[in-house]
C-alpha cells in the first residue's frame, strides 16, 4: 500500500497495529530518522524500548544472518506488548527476504518497520512494499513542513495555534531550516513561552530562531537602514535560497524600523532610547543610533506605512512574486536615508 502527502503524516503517527511491515525512505536521513522513531513510539510506547519490545538491526546485519529477521519477528519478550523489529540501511538486496518475513507475519509477531535511503520507482525493495495488502511505503521528500506537520510540532511543544503573524514567521523558520533543527526550534519556543499566556508574537519567533538565519536578515535591514542600495538584491537571493519567505523579511523590517522610530523619537535621544530594555552590543546599538538619526522620526513613519502596505500586498491574492514585492519595497526604502552631515532630509520617494 502506498501512502502520500497527509494521509501518510498521519499514519506515521499512529500506525495501524494490524500491518505486519512499514518502509520508509528518503534522501533526507534526518527527516526518515524522525518519522520513523514517531511511528516506532506510536506502535510500543514510550518505555517499549527499555522495555526491550524493540529490536534493532541493520541491512548489513541481514545480509550476515538472513534468519535474524524471522527469529526477531517470532521472539517473545518478558514484558507484555506490541514489539517492532526495526530495520535501518535497506536496500534492495533484502526485497526477498522481507517479502517472506511479510508473507510468514502473523498477529501477535513483531511488526516490522524497515528505514532506506531514496528509492526510485522501480526499486524491487519498494515496489514490495507498496503492492503488500499488509505493509504500507512512505516517501519522505524535501518538501518544506505542512501546515499538518507544523501544526503536530506546536501540539508536542505544548503551543496553542498561534495568531497568523506567528504563524507566517514560523512557515519560514520551517522552510529554512532542517527538520530536525526546526524541531528542536520550535521545542525551544515551547520552553521560551512556559507559562506565558500571552499570544505567540513574531518577535518571540525571533528571539528563538537559529542565529544564521537571524544574521542573515540582520545583515539585509542593516543595509536598507544605511542606505546601501547595492546590497539589498544579493543579500535577498541568499535568504531566498535558504528558504526565508518574504512575509517573513517584512514582519523583520517593520520590526526593525519600529525600534529606529522609537528611538528617533524619543524625548532622551537615540542612544538613551535604545539603552534601555534588552541590553545590546555595543557596536549594534552604535550602528543603530546613526540609523535612527539619518532617517529622522518623519521619514521612519513613511517607511513604516510603506512596509505595512507592503506587509498587506504580500498577504493579499496578488500573484505577483513575493520575493519581489518585498525586494522592490526595500531597495527603495534605501534611497530615503538622509547623510549624518547634510543637516537636511533628503525627499521620501514613494514605494
Same mark, same amino acid.
Do not use: H, N
Given at each position: 500500500m502506498i501512502l502520500r502527502g497527509a494521509a501518510a503524516l498521519r499514519y506515521l503517527s499512529r500506525p495501524d497495529p494490524g500491518h505486519a511491515g512499514l518502509l520508509i525512505h528518503g534522501a533526507d536521513p534526518m527527516r526518515v530518522a524522525m518519522k520513523r522513531a514517531e511511528a516506532i513510539a506510536a506502535l510500543i510506547g514510550p518505555e517499549g524500548e527499555a522495555e526491550l519490545r524493540l529490536a534493532r538491526m541493520s541491512g548489513a546485519d541481514l545480509r550476515r544472518d538472513p534468519a535474524g529477521l524471522s527469529d526477531a519477528?517470532?521472539?517473545?519478550?518478558?514484558?507484555?506488548?506490541?514489539?517492532?523489529?526495526?530495520?535501518?540501511?535497506?536496500?534492495?538486496?533484502?526485497?526477498?527476504?522481507?517479502?517472506?518475513?511479510?508473507?510468514?507475519?502473523?498477529?501477535?509477531?513483531?511488526?516490522?518497520?524497515?528505514?532506506?535511503?531514496?528509492?526510485?520507482?522501480?526499486? $524491487?525493495?519498494?515496489?514490495?512494499?507498496?503492492g503488500h495488502a499488509a505493509a504500507v511505503a512512505v516517501a519522505l521528500y524535501d518538501d518544506p513542513p505542512g501546515p499538518e506537520e507544523i501544526a503536530a510540532e506546536l501540539t508536542r511543544a505544548g503551543l496553542p495555534r498561534p495568531p497568523a503573524a506567528a504563524s507566517?514567521?514560523?512557515?519560514?523558520?520551517?522552510?529554512?531550516?532542517?527538520?530536525?533543527?526546526?524541531?528542536?526550534?520550535?521545542?525551544?519556543?515551547?520552553?521560551?513561552?512556559?507559562?506565558d499566556t500571552t499570544p505567540l508574537?513574531?518577535?518571540?519567533v525571533a528571539a528563538c530562531a537559529p542565529a544564521t538565519i537571524e544574521a542573515e536578515a540582520d545583515d539585509l535591514l542593516a543595509a536598507v537602514a544605511m542606505g546601501r542600495t547595492e546590497a539589498v538584491p544579493g543579500l535577498v537571493r541568499r535568504l531566498e535560497g535558504q528558504g526565508v519567505q518574504a512575509v517573513a523579511l517584512c514582519i523583520a523590517a517593520i520590526r526593525h524600523f519600529r525600534m529606529l522610530h522609537a528611538a528617533a523619537t524619543d524625548p532622551a535621544g537615540a542612544e538613551a532610547a535604545l539603552s534601555r530594555g534588552k541590553p545590546l552590543p555595543p557596536r549594534l546599538k552604535e550602528a543603530l543610533v546613526v540609523q535612527a538619526r539619518n532617517w529622522g522620526g518623519d521619514a521612519l513613519e513613511r517607511a513604516?506605512?510603506?512596509?505595512?502596505? $507592503?506587509?498587506?500586498?504580500?498577504?493579499?491574492?496578488?500573484?505577483a512574486p513575493a520575493m519581489a514585492v518585498?525586494?522592490?519595497?526595500?531597495?527603495?526604502?534605501t534611497y530615503n536615508v538622509r547623510p549624518a552631515t547634510s543637516g537636511r532630509p533628503a525627499p521620501v520617494r514613494g514605494v
Open positions: 519477528m517470532l521472539a517473545r519478550g518478558f514484558f507484555p506488548g506490541p514489539r517492532v523489529v526495526f530495520v535501518e540501511e535497506a536496500t534492495d538486496g533484502l526485497a526477498d527476504l522481507m517479502a517472506d518475513a511479510l508473507k510468514a507475519w502473523r498477529k501477535g509477531d513483531a511488526q516490522i518497520v524497515v528505514t532506506a535511503g531514496a528509492l526510485p520507482a522501480k526499486s $524491487t525493495l519498494r515496489k514490495m512494499f507498496e507566517d514567521a514560523i512557515a519560514a523558520l520551517a522552510a529554512a531550516l532542517e527538520p530536525g533543527d526546526f524541531r528542536q526550534t520550535i521545542q525551544k519556543i515551547g520552553l521560551y513561552k512556559w507559562g508574537t513574531p518577535e518571540d513604516l506605512s510603506t512596509l505595512v502596505e $507592503t506587509d498587506m500586498a504580500l498577504r493579499s491574492q496578488s500573484k518585498i525586494e522592490r519595497a526595500l531597495i527603495r526604502l
